[in-house]
């Protein structure tokens, strides 16, 4: 480590544990009300409702084209369901309490690409094809979008490229969707992803060119590469307000479930959400989304594996992407395929500053143990990164820093009323024959 970046760090006995591999909880010292966070921010309700509306206009054109989103005529959405059977089983098997009750939010359901990434990466290959087809005077907004199906907006969108650097399910999407609308479009992957995210990809027309690097290798490639082609677009998971903007609309659309579930979350019914985190942008997106609807009365944690907590390391320490894991003597390496990131959005660190709850890291043998317990207890198969969110619920009555941090916020009340829910943020595309295997895999 070098000793100038040392000196500047905060929570350096935390980060020493962190260093040493240890699980742990951060809770974050710089929280404060959605009243005073959301302002500082210059994305705003305003752009969410814009990004809604987009989604909606290009509706008639994902119901053409995908004809599994019919029951959300058109629209990209997935299922919200009690989990009394995977409450009671971790309850048992962690020997923890989780007051209140527990849901799962099933991006891993979402129609097209079967992760959180159908939520930010399709939105931002729509807006680009949306702004592609306006500037070259093809299309007003008023128009019925599912011209975008037709062969002319294909040949045209032809000759034009897009790029993206992945660990895998950022690919798909922007990789499935892409090849749809008639882009020609390369997925730079890096070493994590899985060959079936890449055979996949391949077959449904992208091009994939596989690094033998890690994540940020992958994007820095794509992007250079991009940059140097006038007629190519590069989907900047680091920095990229549309993608985080596509996120952030899924708190509208849980609201709405919460509605129609009778769920209700007020001062008196707080709302725990916990999410996976990668680079940051999905967790970031989805945590800014609900912070503007549910304010204070949402308490959000994402979780990181024990060897690639890039977020932890950046918000703990207060330096944000100016450290990565690896300078904490961490290898960035984890089964958790979809959190291998050793260096964090600084454009998401800057926005949830003020207003994440806290994030905790597990170790991997973990989620493969929760895989397990989520199929054999509800039959919903999630992959193990996803499962990396039944973290949360498990430890927030056990840490002492997030037990105190539920007094300091006056919630020790009102805990039986909490509504938890992780994020499950992947699965349904894993073939059969992975699954098999992640149910066999045991790493302890
Ligand atoms: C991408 C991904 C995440 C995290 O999203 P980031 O935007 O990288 O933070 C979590 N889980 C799964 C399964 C993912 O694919």
Not at 40 to 59: C, N, Q, W
Not at 433 to 439: F, G
Request: proline share 4%; hydrophobic share 40%.
């Amino acid at each position: 480590m070098d000793q100038e970046l040392w000196n500047q760090m905060n929570n350096k006995e935390l980060l020493k544990d962190v260093s040493n591999g240890k699980e742990v909880v951060w809770v974050n010292e710089n929280l404060k009300t959605a009243e005073m966070a959301l302002p500082e921010i210059e994305v705003t309700m305003k752009d969410i409702d814009d990004a809604e509306a987009r989604l909606a206009r290009f509706a008639p054109f994902i119901l053409k084209v995908f004809p599994e989103t019919a029951p959300e005529n058109g629209l990209i959405e997935s299922p919200f369901t009690e989990i009394k059977k995977m409450k009671h089983q971790l309850e048992k098997e962690y020997n923890t309490t989780i007051p209140g009750r527990l849901f799962l939010k099933q991006d891993s359901h979402l129609a097209i690409s079967g992760s959180i990434k159908a939520r930010g990466g399709i939105y931002e290959v729509l807006k680009h094809a949306e702004d592609l087809a306006i500037s070259h005077n093809m299309l007003k907004e008023s128009d019925d979008y599912s011209i975008f199906a037709s062969k002319e907006f294909k040949e045209f969108f032809s000759k034009f490229k897009i790029q993206v650097g992945s660990t895998g399910n950022l690919g798909m999407s922007i990789g499935i969707m892409s090849a749809v609308l008639g882009f020609h479009v390369i997925v730079h992957m890096s070493a994590d992803a899985k060959q079936w995210k890449k055979d996949l990809l391949r077959k449904r027309g992208a091009e994939v060119i596989e690094y033998n690097d890690d994540y940020s290798k992958a994007v820095e490639v794509g992007r250079k590469n991009s940059d140097a082609d006038p007629t190519s677009y590069f989907v900047d998971d680091e920095n990229s307000v549309t993608l985080f903007l596509g996120y952030a609309v899924a708190a509208k659309r849980i609201k709405k479930q919460f509605e129609e579930q009778g769920i209700v979350i007020d001062e008196e019914h707080p709302l725990f959400v916990y999410i996976p985190c990668g680079v940051g942008g999905a967790p970031g997106g989805v945590a800014f989304g609900l912070k503007q609807f549910f304010g204070d009365n949402v308490h959000i944690f994402f979780v990181e594996p024990t060897q690639a907590p890039c977020m932890l390391v950046g918000m703990a320490s207060g330096l944000q992407n100016k450290v990565c894991v690896q300078d904490f003597g961490l290898t960035g390496q984890t089964h958790a395929d979809g959190l291998a990131v050793g260096r964090a959005s600084g454009f998401v660190g800057g926005v949830m500053k003020h207003m994440l709850s806290g994030i905790f890291s597990l170790e991997d043998y973990h989620i493969y143990d929760l895989m397990r317990d989520i199929v054999n207890s509800q039959t919903i198969f999630l992959e193990p990164s996803a499962c990396a969110a039944f973290w949360g619920p498990i430890q927030l009555m056990k840490e002492p820093a997030t037990k105190a941090y539920i007094e300091k916020m006056g919630l020790s009340q009102k805990m039986p009323n909490a509504i938890h829910v992780p994020w499950a943020t992947g699965g349904s595309l894993v073939p059969a024959e992975i699954r098999e295997e992640y149910m066999h895999t045991h790493l302890k």
